[in-house]
C-alpha cells in the first residue's frame, strides 16, 4: 500500500469541525456541551465506535468493558473515540429471529457513520448475525474499519462432561423427552452449559463468521480466537483502538483489502472450521456488498477440496477454548498454506503470510492436518434437482453417514405453527425413513428465514431410538445443531419454489454424493399443481417486516436487500 498518509484535513470529520460557517460552530459547540475542551477533540481523527452491547445480549455483556479499552487506545494515539449504540442482536432472546435483524443493523451500521463524523470504526459484536451486519454495513460505507470479535465464551462443565452451548441443549432436551435425564438434571444444566461472557463455545455462526472475517482480513489476526474472558481480549480491543488510527491516516478501507481471493480464503477458513450453514448465506451478502462475485457453486468447490479440521463441536469434540490453547486460528490457517492465496491483505497492513508468521500448532487432536482430518464429510454441499434449481445447502460432516444417500416419503408441515401441532402426535404416520418436510420457513414466507431447518424428530421415533431423519426446509439451521438436514432452498416455497408443491407421500430423493435433491413426481403432475398454487399473501403488512418482505433476496443472493446490494455507494451527506 505505497498510498501517501493523509493529512488531518482530507479527513471527513473536518468537514463538520473545521468548517468556519455557521454549522462548524454548532459542531464544536455541541461537543463542547459534553464537557471536551476544544483541544480534546480539535485536529484529531474521529473514531467511532459501533457497540452491539445490551442487556438482553449475553454474549455481548463484555462489551460495554472493551469499548472502553478502544477507547482508552484511541486517546492515546492522538484520535477521539466516539460510542454509538447500534441494535444489539442477541442471538436467543431476539424473536422471531435474528435474521430478519441483520439487513437492519447492517443498515444501521451504514447510516450511522454516514450521517456522523466518522472518519474510522471498530464495530464491535460477534453473536451470530452482528459479525455480517457490521461488516456489510463497514464495507458499503467504505471508511477505514477494523471488527473487534466478542470472543467466545469458556467451556460449560456438568458432572465431569464437558458442554457446548447449543449443541447440547438439543442434546439433552433429547434426552429429557426420551427419559434418559430427570427434570432436576435439567434445571441443573441451565446454569452449566454456558458459564462466561461471550459467544457460543461450539463451531456455531458465531466463531464461525468471527473465524472467516478473521482470515479474511477484517480483525486483528488471531483475534477471533481469544476468549471473551481472558484479558489478551481487553489487550486485542485495544489494540483496534491503535491501530484503526494508523489505517485512517494510510486510508486503509475495506476495499482496499477484499478480494475475491479474499473471500475464497474465507470459505477455505469455513470448510476447515467444519462451519455452520449460516456461512454460505452471509459470505455470499458479504460479497455482494464488496462488489465480488461469489456464488454457491464456489463454495461447494472449498468444500470438495478443504476437509473439516477442527475438531470442535457439532463436527467435532472440542470447544473454542480448547481451539485457542491449540493455537487458535493462526494454527488452523498454518495447515491449509498451500490452499490460501497468502498476497491477501489485512487491516495489518501486512499479508496472510506476514500475519501468519511464528503461528503453530500445539495440539494436532484438536487443530488437525489435512492427512488427518475430523471426519469424512465436508462442511457444506451445495445440492440441486428439481426441488432447489437455485440451490439448498447440507452439512455432511454433522449428518448421520447412513442417510446422505437416501429415498422416502414425505411427510409435509405448511409452516412452523403446523409443524409444532402435529409433529409427536402418535397418529402422524411417520417411520425413520420418511422425510420431514417444512415450508413457509424461508426468508419471505416466514418471514426472516428463522433457524427452524432441524426439524425436531418425533416423539414415538425418539423413543425407539431413532437420532437422525433427512429433513427439507427454506428454513436455517443453527450452527451449533446436527442432523440430516437440507436447508435454504431457493427458490423458497413462498415465492412458489417447487417445495411448495410436495404433497404427503411424494417420494424424495437426496443424494449429497451426487449433489441432488429430487421430488420424484412427473413433470406433468407438478405443472398441475403449480398451475393451482395460489401465493401465500404477506403476513406483516407494516414497518420494518414489511420491507423485508419487500426487497429481501433469496439465500442462495445471500438475502441482502436487493437495495443494498452491488456495492452502491450513496456519496456524502450534505453539510449545513
Ligand atoms: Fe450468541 Fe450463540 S447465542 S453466539
Ligand atoms: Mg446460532
Not at 455452520?276 to 461469489?294: C, E, F, G
Amino acid at each position: 500500500m505505497n498510498k501517501q498518509r493523509r493529512t488531518i484535513e482530507e479527513l471527513r470529520s473536518q468537514r463538520w469541525y473545521n468548517s468556519q460557517d455557521m454549522r462548524g460552530f454548532a459542531h464544536r459547540q455541541r461537543t463542547q456541551q459534553m464537557g471536551l475542551r476544544r483541544e480534546e477533540f480539535m485536529g484529531k481523527p474521529v473514531v467511532g465506535i459501533i457497540n452491539t452491547w445490551s442487556d438482553l445480549s449475553p454474549c455481548h455483556a463484555h462489551l460495554r468493558d472493551r469499548a472502553d479499552a478502544v477507547k482508552r487506545a484511541v486517546w492515546a494515539a492522538g484520535g477521539y473515540p466516539v460510542e454509538l449504540p447500534a441494535l444489539s442482536l442477541g442471538e436467543v432472546l431476539v424473536k422471531p429471529t435474528t435474521m430478519l435483524y441483520r439487513n437492519f443493523l447492517a443498515m444501521e451500521a451504514e447510516e450511522l457513520l454516514r450521517s456522523h463524523p466518522i472518519d474510522g470504526v471498530v464495530l464491535l459484536g460477534g453473536c451470530d448475525k452482528t459479525t455480517p451486519a457490521l461488516l456489510m454495513g463497514a464495507i458499503s460505507m467504505n471508511i477505514p474499519a477494523i471488527f473487534c470479535p466478542a470472543g467466545p465464551m469458556l467451556n460449560g462443565k456438568w458432572k465431569g462432561q464437558t458442554l457446548g452451548a447449543g449443541t447440547h441443549t438439543r442434546k439433552y432436551w433429547d434426552e429429557l423427552r426420551s427419559g434418559n435425564i430427570s427434570q432436576d438434571d435439567w434445571v441443573d444444566l441451565e446454569s452449566r452449559m454456558t458459564r462466561s461472557n461471550g459467544t457460543c463455545n461450539t463451531m456455531g455462526t458465531a466463531s464461525t463468521m468471527t473465524s472467516i472475517v478473521d482470515t479474511m482480513g477484517l480483525t486483528l489476526p488471531g483475534a477471533s480466537s481469544i476468549p471473551a474472558s481472558d484479558a489478551a481480549h481487553i489487550r486485542m480491543a485495544s489494540s483496534c483502538g491503535s491501530r484503526v488510527i494508523e489505517m485512517i491516516w494510510e486510508d486503509l478501507k475495506p476495499s482496499d483489502i477484499l478480494t475475491r481471493a479474499n473471500f475464497l480464503n474465507g470459505a477455505k477458513c469455513y470448510m476447515a472450521l467444519g462451519g455452520s450453514t449460516n456461512a454460505a448465506i452471509h459470505l455470499i451478502a458479504l460479497a455482494r456488498r464488496a462488489n465480488v462475485k461469489l456464488t454457491l457453486d464456489d463454495l461447494d468447490a472449498v468444500a470438495r477440496e478443504i476437509p473439516v479440521l477442527t475438531n470442535i463441536f457439532p463436527s467435532g469434540q472440542y470447544l473454542m477454548e480448547d481451539f485457542y490453547y491449540a493455537g487458535g486460528l493462526p494454527a488452523l490457517l498454518t495447515q491449509l498454506v498451500d490452499h490460501l492465496d497468502l498476497t491477501t491483505k489485512s487491516v495489518s497492513g501486512r499479508t496472510l503470510k506476514e500475519d501468519l508468521e511464528g503461528a503453530e500448532c500445539y495440539n494436532n487432536d484438536v487443530i488437525r492436518s489435512l492427512d488427518n482430518p475430523v471426519c469424512e464429510g465436508a462442511a457444506l454441499a451445495v445440492l440441486r434437482g428439481n426441488l432447489a434449481p437455485r440451490g439448498a445447502v447440507i452439512k455432511p460432516s454433522s449428518a448421520d453417514p447412513k442417510l446422505v444417500k437416501h429415498r422416502g416419503r414425505a411427510i409435509v408441515f405448511e409452516n412452523h405453527a403446523d409443524m409444532v401441532a402435529r409433529i409427536d402426535n402418535p397418529e402422524l404416520d411417520v417411520n425413520a425413513d420418511s422425510v420431514l418436510v417444512l415450508r413457509q420457513a424461508g426468508p419471505r414466507g416466514a418471514p426472516g428465514m428463522p433457524e427452524w431447518g432441524a426439524l425436531p424428530i418425533p416423539k414415538k421415533l425418539l423413543a425407539q431410538g431413532v437420532r437422525d431423519m433427512v429433513r427439507l426446509s427454506d428454513a436455517r439451521m443453527s450452527g451449533t445443531h446436527y442432523g440430516t438436514c437440507v436447508l435454504h432452498i431457493a427458490p423458497e416455497s413462498a415465492v412458489g419454489g417447487p417445495l411448495a408443491l410436495v404433497r404427503d407421500g411424494d417420494e424424495i430423493e437426496l443424494d449429497v454424493a451426487a449433489r441432488r435433491l429430487e421430488l420424484l413426481v412427473d413433470a406433468k403432475e407438478l405443472d398441475a399443481r403449480r398451475q393451482n398454487w395460489r401465493a401465500p399473501s404477506p403476513r406483516i403488512d407494516r414497518g420494518y417486516t414489511a420491507l423485508f418482505q419487500e426487497h429481501v433476496t433469496q439465500a442462495d443472493m445471500g438475502c441482502d436487500f436487493d437495495i443494498l446490494q452491488g456495492g452502491q455507494r450513496q456519496g456524502e451527506p450534505e453539510i449545513f
